[in-house]
Nanobody
Framework: QVHLVESGGGLVQAGGSLRLSCAAS????????LGWFRQAQGKERDLVGS????????YYLDSVKGRFTISRDNARRRMYLQMDGLSPEDTAVYYC???????????????????WGQGTQVTVSS
């Protein structure tokens, strides 16, 4: 069992930065692929990016490539999402997720992720 809690969301102006954190419990955390998803109001939940269990590979949604960076610290059971160059289109609830089905990074669909956090709101003003 893995319990996930996100933090770091908030209100930021366009062009600004935020760093989201995801704190995890559960010993199997270090073997799971992890992902950040986001869901804007009235839209589907989309994968923003994912990271392999060993941090050797990452995957990013095209629209965030070069602006967002995913990292993880297995010893501390943490995952991070550094978001730079934010735009109003990035406004959404951001969720961290862990997959017991895959250990690699990739455009995995949400159904492959077993554990989810409660989400943290990111709002970017123009």
């Amino acid at each position: 069992q893995v319990h996930l809690v996100e933090s770091g969301g908030g209100l930021v102006q366009a062009g600004g930065s935020l760093r989201l954190s995801c704190a995890a419990s559960g010993r199997a955390f270090s073997t799971y692929a992890l992902g950040w998803f986001r869901q804007a109001q009235g839209k589907e939940r989309d994968l923003v990016g994912s990271i392999s269990w060993d941090s050797r590979s990452t995957y990013y949604l095209d629209s965030v490539k070069g602006r967002f960076t995913i990292s993880r610290d297995n010893a501390r059971r943490r995952m991070y999402l550094q978001m730079d160059g934010l735009s109003p289109e990035d406004t959404a609830v951001y969720y961290c997720a862990a997959s017991s089905a895959v250990s690699s990074a990739g455009p995995h669909q949400a159904s492959l992720y077993t554990y989810w956090g409660q989400g943290t709101q990111v709002t970017v003003s123009s």
